[in-house]
C-alpha cells in the first residue's frame, strides 16, 4: 500500500515537472518574430506618445536654496512605461537564446540598457521635431535603430560566436549616437542643472552599461563603474550650464567627448590595463579634440 502511494506521488511529480518544462520550453519560437513583435509594440508607443493627452503634474520644491519645479507630462510617463517595456522585451529575447536556456548565462539586465535608453530619448525628443512628417519618419528611423540593438544584442550574448565583432561595433555606435543626440538636445533645451544633470546621468548610465557589459563577467564590477560614468557626465553637464553663451552643438560635443574618454578609461580600467602610458594617451586625445572643437566649433 505504502508502495503504491509512493509510486502515485512519483508519477505526479513527473507530469508536473514535464509540464513545467514544456511551459518554459521556447524552442519552438523564433527570435526574429519575437524582435519584430517588440518592435511594432514599441513604434505604437512613439506614435501614442505624441496622442496621448493628459493633465501635467507640478512639483515643487527646494534643491540647493532655490525653487525648483518637476513636471510629469504624458512625455515623462510614457517615457518611463516605454523603457520599462523595452526592457521586458529584451529580457523576453535573451531567454530565447540557447545559452540562456541551459543556464550558461549570469544575470541580464545588462542587456535592457540600450534599448531603454533609445526609447526615452526617442519619447523625449519627438515633441521637439516641428512637423508631423518629420515626427513620423524619426519614429520609423528609432524603430529601425531598435531592430539593429534587438539583432545586436542577441548575437552578442556568446561570445566568439560568428557575428559576434560586427554585432559589438553596430551596438557601440548605436550607443555613441543616442549619446550625441541625448547631449545636444539638453544642452540646447537649457533646463535646469537639476533636471538636465539627472537626465543625462541616468541615460549615460544606461549607455556606458552596454558599452562595458561585454568587457567582464562580473556585472556587479560593469554597474559600478558605469554609475561612476553617469554621475561624472551629470557634473559635467552641471558645470557646462554655468556658460550661458555656449553653443548648443559645442555643449553637445564636449559632453560626447567627456563621455568618451570616461567610457574608455572605464573600460580599460574593467579589462585590467588601466596604466600611465594609456592615461597619457586619453590625455593627449582629449587635448587634440579640445583643440579641434575650439578651432571648429561655434561659440568660441
Known sequence: MQTNRLDAWRDELTRRWQWRRKHNDFTGVDYQDRISVMTWVLVFGFGLSLLLKIPATVIGFRALGSPTSVEFSATTVLAIVLAVAAS?????????????????????????????????????????????????????????????????????????????????????????????????????????????????????????????????????????YSVVVGLLLGEVTWALNYWPLLPGLTGGLLLLLSFYLAVGIALQGLQGRLTRRVLVEFAFFAVIALILIVVFGPGF
Open 88 to 224: 521586458a522585451g529584451t529580457e523576453s529575447l535573451i531567454r530565447l537564446h540557447p545559452k540562456r536556456q541551459a543556464n550558461r548565462l549570469g544575470l541580464t539586465w545588462a542587456y535592457w540598457a540600450l534599448p531603454a535608453a533609445i526609447s526615452i530619448i526617442t519619447v523625449v525628443l519627438l515633441p521637439s521635431i516641428p512637423t508631423r512628417l518629420l515626427q513620423v519618419a524619426v519614429i520609423l528611423f528609432s524603430g529601425l535603430l531598435l531592430t539593429i540593438a534587438f539583432f545586436s544584442l542577441y548575437a552578442t550574448v556568446e561570445r566568439g560566436q560568428p557575428g559576434f565583432r560586427r554585432a559589438r561595433l553596430w551596438l557601440d555606435a548605436l550607443a555613441y549616437g543616442a549619446a550625441l543626440l541625448l547631449f545636444l538636445f539638453v544642452y540646447q533645451s537649457r533646463t535646469r542643472s537639476l533636471l538636465s544633470g539627472t537626465m543625462v546621468t541616468v541615460t549615460a548610465m544606461l549607455l556606458a552599461i552596454e558599452l562595458l557589459r561585454t568587457s567582464t563577467n562580473e556585472t556587479r564590477h560593469v554597474l559600478m
